[in-house]
């Protein structure tokens, strides 16, 4: 079976042979058995998503302690943004940096 359409061909490719593996070369994945004889093929690409979608879901949505810090410095009169910092930045970006 072959999953058509744009895009998926890119990810997953499936054919009779018994074996889950990744897609494309390099990968550290190991093949791994599947029942009815069919072979998976996960790309690098959507392994390297997976991977990241984990990563950010583990992740804390709100970093307490830097807020927390943030709110001390911005109450005690202490923080102070870097204008020439920010401007360089936008520049950098607007430019592909």
């Given at each position: 079976m072959k999953i058509q359409g744009p895009g998926y061909n890119d990810v997953i490719h499936t054919e009779r042979g018994g074996a889950v593996t990744p897609a494309g070369a390099g990968s550290t994945s190991?093949?791994?058995?599947?029942?009815?004889?069919?072979?998976?093929?996960?790309?690098?690409?959507a392994l390297e998503f997976e991977r990241l979608r984990e990563a950010a879901k583990a992740a804390p949505e709100i970093r307490a302690g830097v807020v927390s810090a943030?709110?001390?410095?911005i109450r005690e009169g202490r923080y102070r943004v870097d204008?020439?910092?920010?401007?360089?930045?936008?520049?950098?970006e607007f430019l592909g940096g």
């Open positions: 190991r093949p791994a058995r599947v029942d009815g004889g069919d072979r998976v093929e996960i790309s690098p690409g943030l709110q001390e410095s204008d020439v910092a920010i401007a360089a930045r936008i520049i950098e």
